[in-house]
Each structure stands twice: as C-alpha cells, then as structure tokens.
C-alpha cells in the first residue's frame, strides 16, 4: 500500500509541473506578444511621419521644378535688390491660403486655360502649389516660407523653400498623445 500512495502521489506531483510548465510557457508568450504590440505601434508612427515627410518633400520638388520653369520673374524678383524677398504663404481659414507678396496677391488669372505673364504664373503657380499642399497635409499645415537671395555678383539666385507642419504623435506604451512640429528646408536656385 505504501508503493501504490507513492505512485499517486508521484503522478499528482508531475501534473502539478505540468500545470505550472504551461502556465509559465504562457506568460513568457504573453510577453512576446506585448512586445510585438508595441513593436508595431511604434512602426504605425513611423510610418505616418515619414509619409508625411516625404509629401512634404515632394511638394517642395514640385514648386522647385515650377520655380525653374518660370526664371523670367524668380530671378527678376531678386535682382537689384539688396535685401532677401520673403513670401510667406498660410493657410486661410475656410480653405485657400493667402500670399503675403502684394503683386502675386494680386495676379488672380488662371494660367492652365490662358496666357499669363511671369507674374501672373508664379502666383498661379505658388497658389495651386500650396493649395494642394493644404488639401495634403490638411490642419497640420503651419506656413510655407520661401527666401530669395539677391545674387552676389554673378552668382545665382539661391532660394530657401521652408514648409512648416504639424505632425501627431500617438501615445504609446502609455505615454500622451500631442503634436510636434516639424519642419523642411529645400534649397532651390530659379
């Protein structure tokens, strides 16, 4: 009788490690998938910034690549002057986005149906640019600024295209979620 408890009791020892094997072997799984969580949380976030960015980059070719194709009144702009020209573009409240440069506020002709002088298309150039930059970015659109260098001597025109964003960082591993704003600079010489 003695030999049979031993052998119930034996068995009721190794089922108990059994239990405790499995209950250990899910924890350390648990782990692991908290771990690949958060691993694709951050992922997410990355991912987002970096669409984000290169929009933004992409956009500032764009107006380059337009700046490039209209030198009649980029480098007109900034020759003889000794000081750099600064147009800044925001946002407006209810779409659309306000130039600050007086005569490219002013050119309202649509150059994709008409012939425009070099005034009338960069501001037509610069307002369909950023209103497609804002319909992109949406509210996280900050400014765009763009900086022309008067040229020293014989040297180009050198340009400084800023796009300024917010981007949203979501909380993760439970931290809070905000904003932080992030910004571009592309160099262009019209």
């Known amino acids: 009788m003695n030999a049979a408890c031993r052998v ?5 020892r190794q089922a108990g490690y059994a239990l ?3 209950a250990v072997a899910l924890l350390v799984l648990g782990l ?12 997410l976030k990355s991912t987002y910034s970096s669409g984000q960015r290169s929009l933004v980059s992409l956009s500032a070719a ?7 194709g209209n030198p009649a009144y980029w ?6 002057r000794t000081t750099a020209l600064t147009v800044s573009v925001t946002p407006a409240s209810g779409g659309g986005v306000t130039l600050s440069q007086n005569e490219l506020t002013a050119a309202n002709r649509d150059c994709s149906t008409a012939t ?14 950023a209103a497609n930059l804002q319909s992109q970015l949406g509210d996280a659109l900050i400014g765009v600024t763009l900086v022309l260098q008067p040229p020293d001597g014989a040297s180009a025109v050198n340009a400084a295209l ?5 981007e949203n ?3 993760i591993q439970g931290g809070t979620a905000g904003t932080s704003n992030q910004s571009l600079t592309h160099y262009v010489q019209p």
């Open 8 to 12: 119930g009791s034996t068995r009721r």
């Open 20 to 22: 405790l094997e499995a």
């Open 32 to 43: 692991g998938l908290l771990g690949v969580a958060k691993t694709q949380a951050l992922v």
């Open 62 to 68: 764009s107006l380059a690549a337009a700046m490039e």
């Open 75 to 80: 480098r007109g702009l900034a020759r003889g």
């Open 116 to 129: 425009c002088s070099s005034t009338e298309l960069a501001a037509y150039d610069l307002k369909a640019w």
């Open 162 to 166: 800023t796009i300024q964003w917010r």
């Open 169 to 171: 960082i979501p909380a």
